[in-house]
């Protein structure tokens, strides 16, 4: 299943991994060389070769055990520093411990606030410098029409979506500072991404 889900998540397919990853690089261009990046959940390791390339050190840590073998897959001999079987709210890492946290394609699966702000307030525990997450905005086209068809077709909800409004509420409550959002089209395309740098936190 881990495989398959690689499969179907192949960068090659989606135009918009281009641009995704062209925001991530611009947050962390200030990052030092060698700046250890985080990436929780790794899923099958999407990041390892953005990443590694630009001389950040890698580490994934991930729920799921067959998705961290596939991330290590993806790796093959590219330089990482390892991998984790972890829980988002509950990361085996001291503070301070790497000097950016990404969090990406997982909280629009978080419906309730409080189970984001611990994972927030956890990222920010460990995290020198930066937190990076993705989320789905509700006040976008894209959204209405997922909630429009849902309300017609019926079916279970598909992501759950959160103002960024919102989500600097919750990243203050958990010692974050938001810094900037950035999305596509932004009020029209659901997704979008935010860049929190850790209260008190030196440049």
């Known amino acids: 299943m881990a495989a398959a889900y ?13 641009r995704e990853e062209k925001i991530i690089k611009s947050w962390l261009a200030d990052l030092p060389a060698q700046a250890l990046v985080l990436d929780v959940p790794c899923g099958t390791g999407r990041f390892i070769p953005l990443l590694t390339s630009k001389g950040f050190r890698y580490t994934g840590a991930d729920f799921s055990r067959a998705m961290i073998q596939e991330a290590k897959r993806m790796a093959g001999d590219r330089p990482t520093v390892g991998f984790t079987n972890a829980d988002v709210e509950f990361l085996p890492f001291r503070d301070q411990a790497v000097d950016c946290v990404i969090i990406w394609r997982f909280l629009h699966h978080i419906g309730d606030s409080t189970t984001r702000q611990a994972m927030l307030r956890e990222a920010a525990r460990v995290a020198r410098r930066k937190v990076l997450v993705s989320f789905h905005h509700p006040i976008s086209f894209t959204h209405w029409r997922k909630q429009l068809q849902q309300m017609v ?51």
């Open 153 to 203: 077709l019926g079916g279970e909800p598909r992501g759950h979506a959160v103002s960024h409004w919102q989500l600097q509420k919750e990243g203050e409550a958990s010692g974050l500072r938001l810094v900037e959002t950035k999305g596509f089209r932004k009020y029209v395309s659901v997704n979008w991404f935010a860049c929190f740098e850790k209260a008190g936190s030196a440049r």
């Open 6 to 18: 690689r499969l179907s998540r192949d960068p090659s397919r989606f135009t918009r991994y281009d």
